[in-house]
C-alpha cells in the first residue's frame, strides 16, 4: 500500500467515523498495509489505536470477542482461544510484524491465503461494524463486501470444538499454496480452505471443491489447488473422526 500524505488520530468512534466518511480516508491499525511503503498517494491516514479497540475478553454467551486493534501477537497469546488458532496468529506473520498487525486489518484486507482468516471462519466469526451496518457474518462480509462508511471495531468467535489442520507449501517454511482448517462440534463440522478462491472461503466436506475455481499461478495451476483443497480437507476430516 501507498505512503499516506496526511495523518488523524481521532480520540472517540464517533470522530474516526466522521473522519472516514470523506473517500480519501483510510483506517489505520498496525501499519503493515497501509504506509507500507514509500509509493506517493492522497491518502489520509485515520489511526484507530486510541479507540480502545485492543481488548480480547470472554463475552457472556462463551464466545471470544477481540478487539479490532488486537494484534495478532495479542491473539497468539490469549488463552481464552483455543490452541489451534494461537497457532494460526503465530504462522500469520514474522514476529516482528505479528505485534504490529491487527485483527481488524486481516478481516479488512481478506488475504486469500491468510490461515488465522481460515480459522476464524471455521470458528464461526462474526463482524461488529460500526457506522451504518450492522453487524454480521465474517463468511457474509467476505464474499459480499464490507459496507461503505463502516468500521469494523471487533471479531467474536465461538473457541469451542474439536480442530485439525493440513496445508501443503513449497517448503514448511513458506506461505501454504492451501490449507485446509476444520472444527467439529457435536456432529457439525466447519471447513475452511486458503488458496481457491479471492478469500478463504468454508467449504462443503462432502464435496470441497464445489464451486471452487482458483487461479493458478507458479506455485500451482487450478487443477492442483483444487487436488489439494479435496486432499487436505481429506486428512483434516481424518483427524478429527479418528
Do not use: W
Not at 507500507?36 to 479507540?51: G, I, K, M, N, Y
Not at 505485534?99 to 488475504?111: F, M, N, Y
Not at 459480499?144 to 474439536?162: E, M, N, Q, W, Y
Not at 493440513?166 to 513458506?174: F, L, M, Y
Amino acid at each position: 500500500m501507498p505512503l499516506v500524505t496526511a495523518y488523524h488520530r481521532p480520540a472517540s468512534l464517533d470522530e474516526a467515523l466522521d473522519l472516514l466518511s470523506a473517500p480519501e480516508r483510510v483506517a489505520l491499525g498496525g501499519g503493515t498495509t497501509l504506509n507500507a511503503d514509500r509509493v506517493p498517494s492522497d491518502l489520509e491516514a485515520v489511526d484507530l489505536q486510541s479507540l480502545g479497540l485492543d481488548a480480547t475478553t470472554a463475552a457472556g454467551d462463551g464466545r471470544v470477542r477481540i478487539g479490532a486493534t488486537a494484534t495478532l501477537d495479542a491473539v497468539r497469546r490469549c488463552e481464552l482461544l483455543p490452541d489451534s488458532l494461537r497457532e494460526l496468529a503465530r504462522l500469520e506473520q514474522p514476529s516482528t510484524l505479528r505485534t504490529l498487525a491487527t485483527v481488524g486489518g486481516l478481516v479488512a484486507k481478506a488475504s486469500a491465503e491468510s490461515l488465522l482468516l481460515a480459522g476464524l471462519l471455521a470458528h464461526d466469526a462474526r463482524v461488529e461494524l460500526a457506522g451504518p451496518a450492522s453487524d454480521a457474518s465474517l463468511a457474509g462480509l467476505l464474499a459480499g463486501g464490507f459496507p461503505p462508511g463502516s468500521l469494523i471495531t471487533a471479531v467474536t468467535v465461538d473457541p469451542s470444538g474439536r480442530t485439525a489442520t493440513a496445508r501443503t507449501g513449497r517448503t514448511p517454511a513458506d506461505v501454504p499454496i492451501v490449507a485446509a482448517y476444520g472444527r467439529r462440534t457435536d456432529g457439525f463440522v466447519a471447513m475452511a480452505v486458503t488458496g481457491v478462491a479471492d478469500h478463504p472461503v468454508l467449504v462443503d466436506v462432502g464435496d470441497p471443491t464445489a464451486g471452487l475455481d482458483p487461479a493458478g499461478d507458479f506455485r500451482g495451476s487450478r487443477d492442483y489447488r483444487l487436488h489439494l483443497a479435496r486432499t487436505l480437507t481429506a486428512r483434516v476430516m481424518q483427524e478429527m473422526y479418528p
